[in-house]
């Protein structure tokens, strides 16, 4: 907002607290020929190492179909050169690329999966890895149910009963990437497959949201500070808007967007555990059982979403960052008269003692006017407004706001009023404004290095157990399942660069709100 006035408060540089190192062991990914693995996993990896947060016994396999194994290790080399923010130069690189190993199979060749697990008995004794053994699934999802089920033949997916010389057991974990699951039959069925090949406990189902520090710091914003907590409810709060936005495309992506839709590639998922952070009860603790306990707690309160309380939207060609961009339908293998929605809004209700009449507002979509992921919440006005606002009218003075800027700049703003200079009482808006960037110094971390790191210490807390996988999708199924049934007639309905389709815009004015302006 224009007439703001932005405050930065000064915030002592600290030093981050030392962490307990996971015990030496080998991550395997399957799937490692795609982009996620060279622009987000390898880097994340060598960043933990720059932090001295990796054992000293590790290594890191790939596994794709493709014979990659004289390009396999220089390609992640550039791709954490190119994208984790390193130096060439950097003397623990080459240490780290020595640890890469490669291994070409098919997905559902059994005789691939003998061949894995003597390459990995070979990485033990080389690497003194000590047979612990994270598998991470960064394929397309219909091969997760063979890799699972084979490792679970081929003896991968149970540890050992060997005993180190400092007396521990190993261990196998599995992260999972998203989507698990297109609705709640299909991510039960897949629930149940995994559940019989892993125990609850070795499974990381992984949002990389939960990644990011400004979501972790949602809780310490909430629970480490009174002047917040007390105020966090239904007597002080008019809503809450989550938005959820890229300026982006689907970049090339075309099939897997027209089976998934913004509804299932990111309101299942990521905004729903946005919810969950910004609306649970204070945990017992902060191990892993009780901070999923309170999360699922939350997504069984909200209220079934009716149809009415939605808005689906598809981006025709328009103008982003000041270039033409192409409509849904043009992009490279989508359907030429597509209904898959790449915008979802919804308004919904947790039924609770907190939070009862608060309503919440969603919104996520691509080809939207900017690329930002923002929590905002709004304050209710005092009873009886004395002033004027910075127009000169009576009682037209801005509610306070606190928001919670998850990308790109991580942050948290609090926005309240304060009287303008002069002989009126005038008030205007202005910002007190805490950037992570500026208090604790940039950095070139994606999100995936916490997410990794627990992971090899067995810390689920921020990963999804499947109770809350089913309830999300318990929410989101019967709206697929109505907006299936009914198709849209008018896609594409916004242009590409704007902020979405105008219903949207009269799911809050039909209450007298609107969306913050971002």
Not at 477 to 501: C, H, M, Q, R
């Amino acid at each position: 907002m224009p007439n703001e006035t932005h405050i930065t408060p000064a915030v002592d540089r600290v030093s981050p607290q030392p962490e307990r190192k996971p015990e030496p062991c080998v991550v395997v990914i399957f799937g490692a020929s795609g982009d996620l693995t060279k622009r987000k996993l390898l880097p994340a990896l060598y960043h933990l190492e720059q932090a001295n947060l990796l054992p000293e016994n590790f290594a890191v396999v790939g596994v794709a179909r493709r014979p990659l194994e004289s390009s396999f290790a220089p390609d992640m080399k550039e791709g954490i050169v190119a994208g984790g923010g390193v130096d060439e130069s950097d003397p623990k690189l080459a240490p780290f690329i020595d640890k890469i190993q490669y291994h070409a199979m098919n997905f559902d060749d059994a005789n691939g999966y003998d061949a894995l697990n003597k390459l990995l008995t070979k990485i033990d004794k080389k690497f003194g890895t000590r047979g612990n053994r994270l598998f991470y699934l960064a394929t397309a999802p219909e091969y997760f149910s063979d890799i699972i089920n084979f490792l679970g033949q081929h003896g991968m997916s149970k540890p050992s009963q060997d005993v180190s010389a400092d007396g521990k057991k190993n261990w196998v974990r599995t992260i999972i990437e998203k989507p698990f699951g297109h609705d709640l039959e299909s991510a039960r069925a897949l629930n149940d497959e995994v559940n019989k090949v892993f125990d609850e406990d070795q499974i990381f189902r992984i949002d990389h949201y939960l990644g990011k520090e400004t979501v972790q710091n949602i809780l310490v914003f909430r629970f480490a500070n009174g002047i917040f907590e007390n105020v966090w409810n239904r007597n002080y709060i008019d809503h809450v808007e989550i938005t959820a936005a890229e300026s982006i495309g689907i970049e090339g992506r075309g099939p897997f967007y027209e089976t998934a839709g913004a509804l299932r590639d990111v309101v299942q998922n990521h905004v729903m555990e946005l919810l969950s952070f910004v609306t649970m009860e204070p945990p017992v603790s902060f191990e892993a059982s009780a901070v999923r306990a309170e999360k699922v707690k939350v997504w069984k309160a909200i209220q079934p979403i009716h149809p009415a309380d939605t808005v689906r939207g598809q981006y025709g060609p328009g103008t982003v960052d000041g270039k033409p961009a192409i409509g849904y339908r043009q992009e490279d293998r989508v359907h030429p008269r597509s209904h898959t929605e790449t915008y979802a809004a919804l308004r919904l209700e947790i039924e609770n003692w907190r939070w009862a009449g608060v309503p919440f507002y969603i919104r996520a979509g691509k080809r939207l006017a900017k690329r930002v992921t923002e929590i905002t919440i709004q304050f209710k006005q005092p009873p009886l407004l004395l002033f004027k606002g910075k127009d000169g009218k009576a009682g037209n003075v801005e509610p306070n706001i606190i928001s919670m800027r998850i990308q790109p700049d991580e942050g948290i703003a609090l926005r309240f009023g304060a009287k303008v200079p002069g002989q009126g009482m005038n008030i205007s808006p202005v910002n007190m404004d805490f950037s992570y960037a500026e208090a604790f110094g940039k950095s070139s971390a994606n999100g995936y290095e916490r997410l990794l790191l627990d992971a090899m210490l067995g810390d689920g807390t921020l990963f999804a157990h499947r109770d809350g996988v089913e309830a999300t999708w318990a929410l989101m199924t019967p709206i697929l399942e109505a907006w299936a049934k009914d198709p849209v007639k008018d896609f594409p309905n916004y242009a590409a660069g704007s902020w979405g389709p105008s219903g949207a815009d009269a799911l809050l004015e039909s209450e007298n709100r609107k969306w913050r302006k971002l």
